[in-house]
């Protein structure tokens, strides 16, 4: 009896070779996303990895990875209440020790006490654990003053990639010029144009200016709401704040122009905040669309549909493999609602991401017998990014055909490279994005893993590169080293 399934045929291709069909297809949407860049260069790091521990001679000893947003990965340590609570939650024979601290035994004490059956191995109910929908209602009022959010309007997820899909799969329908649109900023986090475009939705372009420090230009808005309309219905609005990849931060006179304009032309607004807590520049403070809507006031702040999304992946927790994040709805319609509840229901959020966003909610205060060490962790991780984001910028705009606007926040550097002609050229013959090629070349001859800008999406005839900057200090120093040497041998190689 054959192996194959019964629904897989084959036949002969025109060379006579035998390739599988199979009797269904793949989704048209799936199939109009574009293949990952980084896929092949993260592949090959692997490989790397491997040579190298098989006494492959390099001219490094190891791979840096500073490709992810994840610090952890990039080497930064987790902090120590998170883990002391998360422990004392998945092993409670631990709240009887005298170990851990009384302020980690009573959270976890809390947080299992509210778990189906006193244990982490159950599913939680929608929205999640309850207490911990309440402390993210909490810290959102104390975030943007004002009273808390109701908890029925509070959706946690495994990861906030997920509620943005959730929320995305309610507002993306149709086919042909009715099909919806969400304008997305370009260069954008790539999964989330994977996202949408999964769906059935159409990314419409709005291109940040790099010129103003990738500022969202209202202008570059209107143009790309008014070309949309040839062959989409514009739905929504994605913005990323503060940016990913450029690490911009928008002040909220910005906010308020975006704000008038989904109002005026009906649009939803979706805010990934996950970046909330990681603003780098002294003079520059994050701002939530929530506060400056309610700021506002009416008709918007009655009116304007606004989803606002954050996440224990990024932040002072960088907890990205846990999967906790959470989106929190505003004025969306009750009807509408309850078909939110419905998407939702279909996955409970992991009880580990969600005692991370526990503490990312309700961090220690001042007082409590983890505090001082909390502090410590997260001053020094602070101190430590701050002092990299100055570096970074210093030697990056110091290298030949090199700039990088300010990182304000967010967890990436993105500079632009003016490659030379004879690499563009290079490029082309082995079939690769320039940027792609620069990339590829860094990672063979000096064992750093970055991606390349075309994975993002930028103006054409510009080539950018992106890493991450929460990493330590000397993980970072390390890497610029390497990039240092390999952009200076590439460009006397080709120019
Ligand atoms: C802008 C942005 N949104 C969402 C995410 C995904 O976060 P999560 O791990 O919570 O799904 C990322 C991850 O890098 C991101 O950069």
Known sequence: MSSEPSRRKRKKNKTGSTVSTSCWEISPCVRSIKPLQYIPIALRAAQIREELKQGVKKPFREVIDVAWGDPQRAGLKPLTFVRQVLAACLYPQLLDSTGLPTDVKQRAGGLLSECQGGSMGSYTDLPGIPQ???????????????????????????????????????????????????LTPIPCHVTSIASLLSLGGVSVPYYLSEEHGWELRMEELNRALEN???????????????????????????????????????????????????????????????????????????????????????????????????????????AVLKHACTVFSKDNAPTAGQVALSVLANPPRLGDPSYPLFETETRQMHAVIKATVRRVHEVLNSLPGVSCQPVEGGAFAFPRVELPPKALQKAKELGMEPDTFYCVRLLEESGAFITPGCEYGQKEGTYHI??????????????LGRLVTFHTQFMTEFS
């Open 132 to 182: 911990v929908a309440q402390q993210i209602s909490e810290y959102i009022a104390r975030r943007d003053g004002g009273v808390p959010p109701k908890a029925e309007n509070i959706f946690i997820s495994s990861g906030s990639q997920w509620a943005l899909q959730n929320i995305l799969s309610l507002l993306v329908h149709g086919h042909g010029e009715v099909r919806s649109g969400v």
């Open 466 to 479: 992106r890493f991450c900057i929460r990493a330590p200090g000397d993980v970072i120093e390390d890497f």
């Open 228 to 334: 949309a309309k040839q062959v989409c219905t514009p739905v929504a609005l994605y913005v990323i704040n503060p940016g990913n990849p450029p690490g911009h931060v928008q002040r909220k006179k910005s906010i308020q122009d975006v704000i008038r304009f989904a109002s005026e032309k009906r649009l939803f607004l979706l805010a990934d905040e996950v970046y909330q807590d990681c603003v780098y520049t002294d003079d520059v403070e994050f701002v939530s669309y929530k506060k400056v809507l309610a700021e506002m006031g009416p008709p918007f702040s009655d009116t304007v549909e606004l989803a606002s999304f954050h996440s224990a992946s990024k932040g002072f927790l960088g907890e990205c493999g846990l999967r906790g994040g959470y989106v929190e709805l505003v004025n969306m319609d009750p």
